[in-house]
């Protein structure tokens, strides 16, 4: 998937940057759309620790193996595009959970640390990265106006 939709060129450059770092460290696809060999076009540096492109080119992010995930507009639905997919900067996980809990009277602190507790003691989970947070606050909320 190429990320040609940037708004603007500093989406662009992470972009790049991300692309370029994931290749670097072995994040490298297996194979084009038309079935040619990427993983060819680098070799490994035991010396450096990296993979590095081979006959003098550059690093291409479009070779990294990179997770495109679903952002979700939550207010937009009376909007055209709903949903969008960004590059997230991450190699692409092998499962992926997204949680979304709406509770307006409650405070989500004691939610969030079970759930964490739970993924980590419960589960088996010894590692749990929270990627994104989104904290909004109502006009009735006792978080209005303090962020």
């Known amino acids: ?79 055209e595009a709903v949903t969008e997919y960004v590059p997230t900067g991450y190699p692409t996980p092998g499962k992926r959970y997204h949680i979304i809990y709406e509770m307006p009277n409650l405070s989500i602190e004691e939610v969030y640390f079970w759930i964490i507790d739970h993924m980590r003691y419960d589960q088996g989970w010894t590692r749990a990265h929270k990627i994104k947070d989104i904290f909004t606050a109502t006009e009735n909320s006792a978080f209005f106006g303090m962020s």
């Not at 490298?28 to 490994?44: F, M, P, Q």
């Open 1 to 79: 998937m190429v990320y040609k939709d940037a708004e603007s060129t500093t989406q662009k450059s992470l972009f790049s940057l991300w692309g370029n770092l994931l290749v670097k460290h072995g994040f490298i696809l297996k194979e084009d759309e038309r079935g040619n060999s990427i993983r060819s076009l680098y070799s490994w540096n035991p010396i450096r620790e990296i993979w590095e492109p081979k006959q003098g080119k550059d690093y291409d992010p479009e070779h990294a193996m990179m997770e495109y995930a679903e952002e979700v507009l939550m207010g937009a639905a009376h909007q």
